[in-house]
């Protein structure tokens, strides 16, 4: 049981997945110019994929999230991307501690790594095809869903509190959707 000087936390897909990161300045906005990033995570350019990893770093590096969609930005200019899903995916996740003093560390696909807490929320989103898909917060309202094989990882150390069956990261609870 969580006691008074715990935080719980709860990230959901309340906002339509469209929480935007700082407010940008008014940049003159690129055409589209066919970039894309899959649900898989790979990033494609005129509908190939980026087969170079550090490209694909620099690119991530750049890329935000308004309230209109995704964009990589530079100091002058912002070009629109299309992304399915969330823009990055937890391929690892470590732990250390137990209990409520543990700590999951994320490490997503463009190498990125994330503490599960209170400034990195383990949130789900309603599927299109039905189900709940989890994701982590990286930064400024860009997220990465969880890989199958991490999300078994995560879900095999969930435990029950009084709010629920979830994991404990960082100080902070993060509930699992229950199903209706």
Not at 129 to 145: I, T, W
Request: glycine letters at 12%; charged letters at 25%.
């Amino acid at each position: 049981m969580p006691d008074k000087n715990t935080t719980r936390l709860v990230a959901s897909d309340s906002d339509g997945g469209k929480r935007a990161g700082p407010s940008l300045p008014k940049l003159n906005v690129c055409g589209d110019i066919g970039l894309k990033i899959m649900r898989d995570g790979t990033w494609f350019y005129e509908g190939s994929p980026i087969g170079r990893k550090p490209l694909v770093k620099l690119f991530s590096t750049v890329l935000r999230r308004e309230e209109d969609g995704f964009y990589l930005v530079t100091p002058v200019e912002k070009v629109p991307i299309e992304v399915e899903g969330e823009p990055f995916i937890a391929v690892a996740m470590t732990r250390k501690g137990e209990g409520s003093d543990q700590r999951l560390t994320f490490t997503t696909n463009v190498d990125d790594e994330v503490t599960a807490g209170p400034a990195h929320a383990i949130g789900f989103h309603a599927e299109p095809e039905g189900g709940q898909a989890p994701f982590v917060d990286v930064r400024d309202g860009l997220r990465a869903q969880l890989s199958r094989a991490v999300y078994y990882e995560l879900a095999d150390m969930t435990v029950e509190t009084e709010a629920g069956l979830g994991v404990w990261s960082d100080g902070a609870f993060f509930p699992f959707p229950m199903d209706e």
